[in-house]
């Protein structure tokens, strides 16, 4: 049973700076694209950045310059950092990995528990 853990949400002011972690824990063959999404109260679901396992990156026009999006393969981790937050960026953010438990079989498509940001002063 895979699972993906985030951590490192919280209440932040604007300008301020977060880092969020996420894990993937249990048995996989490979683990393709990572990236990050975020949830704002009455919005849609959003992608903020992706990463491939080639590690090429592509972010929401919203937080480029602002985001870095990078994994480490050896945890199966991948991580956002965030600066020059502003309230706009305020949201529930979802970690999502595509993994694949055998070689040429599909990718299946796995989500974190959601961490919520929340920029205010």
């Known amino acids: 049973q895979v699972q993906l853990v985030e951590s490192g949400g919280g209440l932040v002011q604007p300008w301020g700076s977060l880092r969020l972690s996420c894990a993937a824990s249990?048995?996989?063959?490979?683990?393709?694209?990572m990236g990050w999404y975020r949830q704002a109260p009455g919005k849609e679901r959003e992608l903020v950045a992706v990463?491939?396992?080639?590690?090429?990156?592509n972010y929401a026009d919203s937080v480029k310059g602002r985001f870095t999006i990078s994994r480490d393969n050896a945890k199966n981790a991948v991580y956002l950092r965030m600066n020059s937050l502003k309230p706009e960026d305020t949201a529930v953010y979802y970690c999502?990995?595509?993994?694949?438990?055998?070689?040429?079989?599909?990718?299946?498509?796995?989500w974190g528990q959601g961490t919520q940001v929340t920029v205010s002063s």
């Open positions: 990463i491939t396992s080639g590690e090429s990156t």
């Open positions: 999502n990995a595509k993994i694949s438990f055998a070689i040429r079989s599909p990718d299946y498509n796995y």
């Open positions: 249990g048995r996989t063959f490979s683990i393709n694209d």
